[in-house]
């Protein structure tokens, strides 16, 4: 069993950064693959990044490839979103996910966070 507990969100104007935090219990964190998906207003929740359980396999959504970046600290059990760049399209509520292989599908991670907001003024 995994818990996940995002932070980091928040209001910024268009082109700045943010760093989201995803936080997890358990001592079995290092064996998961992590997933950051978002969903905005009347739209379905999509990927964004994703990373291997040792950080060695990263991908990102072409959306938002060469602006954000993914990273883990498994002695920390947590996960990161460096989000560089925002622009309004990035606003939606940003979850943090844990499954047993790196995938872009949602099916594919077993635990969820409950969310936190990122909104990008213009």
């Known amino acids: 069993q995994v818990q996940l507990v995002e932070s980091g969100g928040g209001l910024v104007q268009a082109g700045a950064s943010l760093r989201l935090s995803c936080a997890a219990s358990?001592?079995?964190?290092?064996?998961?693959?992590m997933g950051w998906f978002r969903q905005a207003p009347g739209k379905e929740r999509e990927f964004v990044a994703g990373?291997?359980?040792?950080?060695?396999?990263?991908y990102y959504a072409n959306s938002v490839k060469g602006r954000f970046t993914i990273s883990r600290d498994n002695a920390k059990n947590e996960v990161y979103l460096q989000m560089n760049s925002l622009k309004p399209e990035d606003t939606a509520v940003y979850y943090c996910?844990?499954?047993?292989?790196?995938?872009?599908?949602?099916?594919?991670?077993?635990?969820w966070g409950q969310g936190t907001q990122v909104t990008v003024s213009s």
């Open positions: 358990g001592r079995t964190f290092s064996r998961y693959a």
């Open positions: 990373i291997s359980w040792d950080g060695g396999t990263r």
């Open positions: 996910a844990a499954g047993g292989t790196i995938s872009s599908a949602r099916p594919s991670y077993n635990y």
